[in-house]
């Protein structure tokens, strides 16, 4: 567990998430840097880097339905992430 209430597992270093992991929002969070998401329970299933996702993932609803997939940069979609 987050100190902010998130859920993840995966690879850690220097005290963030780092390498591939899956994060639980279970409070209003911010994903992507660029952009506001609000869902309870939404998940990301990917690629991290220094605390913020980056790299291959997606995005995904509560209920299972992907939002956002494809690579991020830095905590930001690039330009071949593409949402559904």
Sequence with gaps: MIPTGESY?????NDKPN???IMVYLYTSTIMSNRAWSEYGAHYVGEWKNGK?????TIYYKDGRISYRG???E???SIDC???
């Design 9 to 13: 597992t995966g690879g850690w270093s």
């Design 19 to 21: 390498g591939f992991g």
């Design 53 to 57: 996702i980056h790299g291959q993932g």
């Design 71 to 73: 690579r991020f940069d």
């Design 75 to 77: 905590g930001s979609c």
């Design 82 to 84: 593409r949402s559904f």
